[in-house]
């Protein structure tokens, strides 16, 4: 959402905080140009846009406008569609390398103190967070970024322009494969501003790192290296009056540092080596010579400083003494010492310091370079960043001065070369008439300084190489010579009156693009010629110290040719750096600086008015709206403004130039407010793009409701479809599931029941794999049916499942078992009572089974204990036989022995009789031991006959009687009488005594109806029927 507004603000929000693109301001006057930066600038909106080009007004102050959430609205986004923003631009550039597969560089210009070194930095960690990153790339990213904080702790200084200024040059190339990951970089340096070491106008400070070391290093390194923690005891730090300052912290600057030497692969031991340099330099700055008696320098008695030097540079302290105050001059074959004067045993030392310090900063650009190279060789594209120190004006210039402010000189003559360029291509490739510009072409300087044999270096090496008394005010004679008539040129003498009074006898003067600057020519030869006197330069070479001694055998002490000048050594970098610069696609940013005094929210209008001419800002903008304001591809501007015309909305199918057309058609524009060119629509005025603008405004709230309801519709359509394709698929997985699981199934059913029938099939086989399975299934089958139908009872003999033949002998076995177990269960079961009845059964059984008929219908009778209650028996009778123990009554019909007429009485057994009663009489007594037999028929009546002993005269002869229960009587009568031989079971007849020698008999015979009565023969006839009713 935010984005969006943002998006959308870039054109919306021009009305309150000024125009984000000098472009579409609507009068191209100075006047315009500043106030719109000061609008801009006084809502801390630091940047604005000329097309492409950035420019950046120092804020000096922090703004959250570098944050990961604002690069990450940045990150991919059109560059016109948000804020102006050096991240846009950083962005910008990098996916026009992407999808162009070309190489960039991004000039980024301005004096010094304007933000070039700040602008660079940010881009680096803009890519650093936004390129796609992995373990390895990474660590590549890290270097490049600790690459900045060494080389700033080397390279920049306090300046009276800027606290942290860069001085040194300096080109970084950012390497990219195909996908846009950065895996490696190389940087550029140029030309050190060396003079610094050994000298600091008022008010400046020698290189960042001394105070670190001396203010951050750890007591024992500076212990090692000889220091003490006080700046102020080395004249080297001391000449600019400030070496601590509120704004810097060294001391935590140097764990920085520190830190960022060990991402870029400086390990420990080099560590040692290069602050053993740097603290050389302080020892050698504090070397002080006095004239002996001839006035030649002798070192003064403090030898402490030079057995420093000698240590930490790791050579004879003696050859060492000699190099600064002897110098060897070489005649023919022989080597001559020439003693030295203070001043030059002076620049003898300072030569020293500033060649180890100079060599030390380009190892140290060395080594980084190694760390953060790629060695691999496919193809990259780069995206190269130049940071070189700005244009500068102090009281006094010198030779530094005259290269810095040549090399700005030459950059601006390259920025003017390439906008025109582009502009002029781009109005030709698109076929639109260009009206060329004017502007100042600075040229004409950059002529005046570098031309062959005329320009000022050329002047300047000439004094330096020839022979005779050369000085820096014989050099100065010569310029005046051959540049007397030069409009950019003035001295003292070629000066008019009014001029003159600005300048010294030995200042010369040039007119810069960015101003006047005045040069003292002093010092310009030695520095030009920076020479080191040769015993020094072999001394070094034979260093201890590793770095020292690399730096200085790699200058070739073997060659004798004179070495190059410094001035045109640096002529020739710029040539070739411009050469880099020319194969690559240019962005720009045009750093501003909004006050001099360093202060945040001052912008002071005359320097920055001075800033915009001399950058040609206006030209700049003059020349990217030469006639046409605002120009943009067809499918982009019909992308932003399709809503405002029927026909192009919501799509547009043909070609986008034809779309453009209809779409102006429709918004009216007359033919001379706009061209058509080959890819880009261009539009003369701001004012007909405002219009737009606005229409597009008016419409954009009108549609935004219209495509709200619109995605909502889609919205809720899209998850409805989602939602059913969701259940289809999962219904189709599921089907698909139960499929499979079905298909396994009965692939292991058809296996089993082959299985099983294969089983069945060898059933009668001895066991194999074949049908043990359905022998154990047959098997358990067989006794889980058998389980369910197991005999109940221990009379059921029938139930009894049928096995299977592998199971027969099994179940005869268990067969036999659960009889015996329902046998027990039975057993155990029954009370004594039942027992003792059944042991009566038993009794029974064994004298009636299968000899009398009835007998099996009796089996299911209980016994009783008697049949006739004891009321029921009469007193007297009980009375008579109480001595007796009552064991059995029962009913009986008793037949006479003559006549046999049935008569009821009832039969009481006692513990030794039997007696017949008719109610209170007994009738019969019949002693056990008097009971000689007992017969009964075989059929099924009931009669008995007892066999009475009859030579007892009280006897009356034998009984025949008739009684229901006669098997329960007899059995128990065997038992109490102890009788159970003396029962017969006759057939046919029985005899009968009815007195002692007189004979009678009982007749059994089968009738229809059973019947009792007196045969003719004088027998009792007893009939019965084959199966007894009662
Ligand atoms: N974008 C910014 N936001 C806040 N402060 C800034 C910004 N750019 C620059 N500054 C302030 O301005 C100072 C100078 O900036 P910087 O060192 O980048 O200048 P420079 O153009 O590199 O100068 P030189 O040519 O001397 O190297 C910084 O130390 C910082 O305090
Ligand atoms: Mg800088």
Redesign the pocket.
Known sequence: MQVQLDMEGALTARDRVGIQDFVLLDETTEEAFINNLKKRFSNDL?YTYIGTLLV?L??????DIYNSKQMDIYMGVNFFELPPHIYALADNAYHTMLTEYNNHFILIS??????????SK?ILQYYAVSCPSTTLLNTVRDKMLMSNPVLEAFG?AK?L??????RFGKYMDIQFDSQGDAVGGHILNYLLEKSRVVHQNHGERNFHIFYQLVEGAGDELLQQLGLERDCQLYKYLTQGECAIVPSINDKNDWKTVKNALQVVNIDESYNNHLFSIVASVLHLGNLTFSPDSKGLATLRSNSDELQWVSNLLGVDAEKLHEGFTFRKIEAKNDQILSPFTIDHAIYARDALAKAIYGQTFTWLVNRINESMENTDPSRKTVIGLL????F?VFYVNSFEQFCINYCNEKLQQLFIQLTLKAEQEEYEAEGIEWEPVQFFNNKIICDLVEEKHRGIIAILDEECLRPGDATDLTFLERLEDKMANHPHFVTHKLADKMTRKTLERGDFRLLHYAGEVTYCVVGFLDKNNDLLYRNIKDLMCQSKNVIIQKCFSTLDPGNRKRPETVATQFKSSLLKLTEILMAKEAWYIR?LKSNES?QKGQFDEALVRHQVKYLGLMEHLRVRRAGFAYRRKYDIFLQRYKPLCPATWPHWRGDPADGVEVLVQHLGYLPNEYKMGRTKIFIRHPRTLYATEDAFERCKHELATRLQAKYKGYKAKGEFRKQKEAATKIETCWRGVQARKEREKRAWAVKVIKQFIKGYMTRGQAKTTDNSEYLAFVRQNFLNRLKENLPKTVLDKTTWYSPPPVCSETSEILRKLHYRLLVRKYVRGITPQRKAQLQLKLVASTLFKGKKESYPQSIAQPFVDTRINEQDINPRVIQMIRNEHIKYTVPVIKYDRNGFKPRPRQLILTQTAAYVVDDAKIKQRVLYTSLKGISVSSLTDAIVVFHITCEDPKQKGDLVMQCDYLFEFLTKLSVIANKRDAIHVVQGSIKIEVQAGKENGVDFSIGPEPMVYKGKNGHLMVVTTRTRTR
């Open positions: 630091i950046s120092n804020p000096y102050k922090e703004l301005g004096e010094s103190g304007a933000g070039k070194t700040e602008a940010k920049n300046t322009k800027n606290d942290n200024s860069s940071d070189i120190y700005g500068e750093c360093k």
